[in-house]
């Protein structure tokens, strides 16, 4: 069935340092990407996106790659603060169903 | 505007009661969502809605029902709640693909005893 896998499930950095988080999908049918943020009691929120028809897409401090020979895509969060502190999840959903599944989440803990 | 909204925020059951969580969007959006958190599982969907009238079962379909009557509201019920869906419930809701950025209600942490 569908699968997304998402590594590492914590991440711990120095403020400015660089932050990647990296997920890989089963269903090679699959072709939206997004990633979410979620803090503390909050709700996810959608970060950044990705289609089936781009490599890369970036916007400011955040990017993200795709590679769908690998199936796998990733999160980068450069010059990170400490308000970037929180769980991230990726998601994939399937032309097939349209259905997004969720990884099981990154905690990212940046230390001033 | 308020987007996403669900009620309630809270709630305690015991095992064998019954209740229903509401979901409303007022981004008059196609698609609908119920999703649960469970710690270090992610979201699994539960069941979705591609408009009004309709339901599908997701990944986790067992032990919920769900009744999509108006376009804005989506609603989630459990039957005879058990202690394994103890969890926080949250609902979304999208656009019909591509623009289909699915937006998330503030969640319902559920707990059965």
């Known amino acids: 069935g569908e699968n997304v896998e998402q590594h590492p499930s914590t991440l711990s950095v120095q403020e400015g340092d660089s932050a990647v988080i990296k997920c890989t999908y089963s269903?090679?049918?699959?072709?939206?990407f997004p990633w979410y943020k979620q803090e503390l009691g909050k709700r996810p929120q959608l970060i950044i996106d990705?289609?089936?028809?781009?490599g890369e897409k970036k916007d400011q401090r955040i990017a993200v790659t795709l590679n769908k020979t690998a199936k796998h895509f990733s999160l980068h969060i450069t010059e990170t603060q400490p308000e970037d502190s929180a769980v991230y999840f990726c998601?994939?959903?399937?032309?097939?169903?349209?259905?997004?599944?969720f990884g099981q989440g990154t905690t990212l803990q940046v230390k001033p | 505007n308020a987007g996403v909204t669900q009620t309630p925020k809270f709630r305690v059951l015991k095992t064998g009661q019954s209740m229903t969580l509401l979901c409303a969007q007022d981004?008059?959006?196609?698609?609908m969502y119920w999703y649960r958190q469970d710690p270090g599982m992610g979201l699994r969907l539960i069941h979705y809605?591609?408009?009004?009238?309709?339901?599908a079962k997701g990944e986790v379909p067992d032990g919920y029902n769900v009744s999509r009557l108006k376009k804005q509201n989506f609603l989630l019920g459990l039957e005879s709640a058990a202690p394994s869906q103890t969890s926080v419930y949250f609902c979304?809701?999208?656009?019909?693909?591509?623009?289909?950025?699915?937006?998330f209600g503030p969640g319902t942490r559920l707990t059965v005893l």
């Open positions: 979304a809701s999208s656009s019909r693909p591509p623009t289909d950025t699915q937006y």
């Open positions: 269903d090679s049918a699959s072709n939206y």
């Open positions: 990705i289609r089936s028809n781009v």
């Open positions: 998601a994939a959903r399937s032309s097939n169903t349209g259905k997004l599944i």
């Open positions: 981004m008059n959006h196609e698609y």
């Open positions: 809605s591609v408009g009004e009238g309709t339901t």
